[in-house]
């Protein structure tokens, strides 16, 4: 993506990681065009052979634009399976049979795979493919030993739910369960990497749980989206070849979406026995859920919260519930009881005169001041033109451009998830933030200022690299941000940014949204919903305008440290936890006692 100007504290021996990695695990192109392939199978008779009743029941509709496979609906679909299984019915039930059964069950895994992990910790170091989603980059961690029980239950097929407070390694773990199920069930589509939302989705390089299961934006009623969705082939093709549905951030996931997800996959009773009959689908469905609740919560509906938990089939679903207790993201102690007292909405007298203390400026390092969070996103968007026009400079623009297939409104939505922006106004003094990893020092969060503009061959030949062929050629002219950075241990690094492509993708080749832009952030503010999952090294965050329970957990504890923290307007009426959070809370054990009920 970018090129190094100074010595960098690391090599930068990693390539930069790039969110495009998402799902690796498709089913099959002929198979994945079945919904509009299946129009296509001219023979009903072969249709009734070789798919469950549930199948057939259905007169497959027309895909919605979100849910065309590669191959869209076309007339040609059915030459495709004629060529490769023969003209005769006999042969394209034969073809379609071999499809299915290949789609079925979990394989063998590859030696050593699959296995329960009995070391304690566990080096995640070659272990993660390349192809790893990006959000954090965890080469250099070892798990700890109720991180490793967590993957060993994994294997299990058993469904689960792990927690933890901020901080504990709920992403890094999700990033190892992500890339190990993958390995374990290389099936096309057996495994799904969903999140809540669109931002989340795009860190774990996976699709949104809505469009996954075929809801969309989620305006029809829980009946209506069924009734649609058992219309359309490629969803039902998913729920049909899915063997582990990961669901990330699920404290904002609605009971509703959990209990359609969870109890019946969107189908019904006699559809899903159907498929359960079906001998190569057999039972091996589970999912993986992952989030805390006390972080931000599901989108209230007349007023009241429904968080997934409430949802009548959770209990039967979710067999294991694992929680996190190590916090990594704060190293003090007194710092982590702080933020657990303030997760919990008891913030205790010291605690709060503490966080009071806290109202202190922190000192501005040379010329990055610490980031402010805010509520709201127009707050954002504020702060950070009223700074950018004090810089008096000239300001370079960058527009995003965006394509993708899903349709106009959804694509719309997903894309305003985005971290990266629809147009980036940058000038020299710039604060900026990095919203992707480059290597382990220069990562999604790193903070920094721009320093000056130029092209890919400027800077090449600043650097004493000028020959870069048709690399440089490519780039020729056009100017980009040169930005220094600020890294935790003090020291500072200098590169050229260059854009990189953003996107949510349902299955390879089926690219919902994606925009292309500079990788980068105004970052004198952001919002304290767009910060959940980061780090901040330095940060400033007045709450007397928070609106929800969990928004002052959030913020405060992306925080790493007490130095690098302002507070203004602490008030304990402020610190909120939910009611039905706290008792849910009080049900779930710590990783090591779960297991032992093994
Ligand atoms: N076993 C570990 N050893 C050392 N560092 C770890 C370990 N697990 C996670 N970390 C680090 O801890 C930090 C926080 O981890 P991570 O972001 O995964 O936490 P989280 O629980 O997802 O937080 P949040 O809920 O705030 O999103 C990251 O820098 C991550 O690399």
């Not at 060529?83 to 063998?108: E, F, H, M, V």
């Not at 895994?109 to 992990?117: K, Y």
């Not at 020729?476 to 940014?497: A, D, H, I, M, S």
Request: charge should be neutral; hydrophobic fraction near 35%; proline fraction near 6%.
């Amino acid at each position: 993506m970018s090129s190094e100007l100074e010595r960098p504290t690391t090599p930068p021996s990693a390539p930069a990681l790039s969110q495009e990695i998402l799902w690796e695990a498709t089913p099959p192109k002929e198979l994945w065009d079945e919904g509009p392939t299946l129009q296509g199978i001219e023979d009903a008779a072969v249709a009734r052979e070789v798919l469950p009743p549930a199948f057939q029941k259905t007169q497959i509709g027309n895909p919605t634009d979100n849910e065309k496979g590669p191959v869209q609906a076309t007339s040609d679909a059915p030459a495709t399976l004629e060529q490769k299984s023969g003209s005769s019915a006999a042969g394209r039930a034969q073809r379609l049979r071999d499809i299915i059964n290949s789609l079925g069950n979990t394989p063998t895994p590859p030696t050593g795979e699959g296995q329960p992990i009995t070391s304690k910790k566990r080096s995640l170091a070659h272990s993660t493919p390349s192809s790893a989603p990006p959000r954090k980059k965890p080469e250099s961690i070892e798990f700890t030993h109720e991180q490793s029980l967590i993957l060993d239950h994994a294997v299990t097929g058993n469904s689960l739910f792990y927690t933890g407070n901020a901080g504990t390694g709920k992403s890094a773990l999700l990033h190892e369960l992500i890339s190990r199920m993958k390995r374990t069930r290389p099936k096309l589509g057996a495994v799904a990497v969903t999140a809540t939302t669109g931002l989340a989705a795009c860190n774990i390089g996976g699709t949104t749980l809505h469009s996954f299961t075929g809801i969309g934006v989620g305006t029809e009623t829980a009946e209506e989206a069924a009734e649609r969705i058992r219309k359309i082939g490629a969803v039902r093709m998913r729920w049909y070849v899915v063997k582990v549905l990961i669901v990330d951030e699920v404290s904002m996931l609605d009971a509703q979406l959990f209990g359609q997800v969870g109890s019946s996959r969107l189908l019904d009773e006699e559809e899903l026995a159907a498929i359960r009959w079906y001998p190569s689908t057999s039972h091996s469905f589970f999912l993986i859920v992952t989030g805390d609740f006390f972080q931000l919560p599901p989108v209230a509906k007349n007023g009241t919260a429904r968080f997934a938990f409430e949802a009548e089939v959770w209990p039967m679903i979710i067999k294991k519930t694992f929680t996190l207790t190590t916090v990594f993201r704060q190293r003090d102690p007194e710092f982590v009881k702080m933020l657990n007292e303030v997760r919990l909405g008891l913030p205790s007298e010291d605690t709060t005169q503490k966080f009071r203390s806290l109202s202190r400026r922190i000192e501005d390092d040379n010329d990055v001041i610490p980031t402010e969070l805010f509520p709201q996103r127009g707050e954002v968007d504020l702060a950070n033109a009223a700074r950018l026009n004090m810089l008096h400079t000239a300001f370079h623009c960058f527009k995003a451009s965006d394509s993708g297939s899903a349709e106009k409104t959804y694509r719309t939505k997903l894309l305003d998830s985005f971290m990266a922006v629809p147009e980036l106004k940058l000038g020299v003094g710039a604060q900026v933030m990095l919203i992707k990893n480059v290597d382990e020092t220069l990562v999604n969060g790193s903070v920094g200022v721009v320093v000056s503009f130029c092209s890919q061959a400027e800077y090449d030949e600043e650097k004493g690299n000028g020959d870069r062929g048709s690399d440089v050629l490519a780039s020729c002219g056009v100017k980009y941000p040169v930005v220094r950075f600020k890294l935790p241990n003090g020291r500072e690094r200098k590169r050229l940014v260059t854009p990189e492509v953003f996107k949510i993708e349902m299955k390879k080749n089926e690219i919902q949204a994606s925009r292309k832009q500079v990788p980068l952030i105004l970052a004198w503010a952001i919002s304290i919903h767009k910060s959940q999952g980061q780090t901040l090294d330095r940060m400033k965050v007045d709450l007397a305008r928070v609106f929800e329970k969990g928004q002052v957990y959030v913020a405060l504890s992306r925080a790493k440290s007490l130095e690098g923290l302002q507070v203004l307007n602490f008030h304990p009426t402020k610190v909120e936890a939910h009611a039905k959070v706290l008792e849910f809370n009080k049900t779930l054990m710590c990783a090591n006692e779960s297991a032992t009920l093994d």
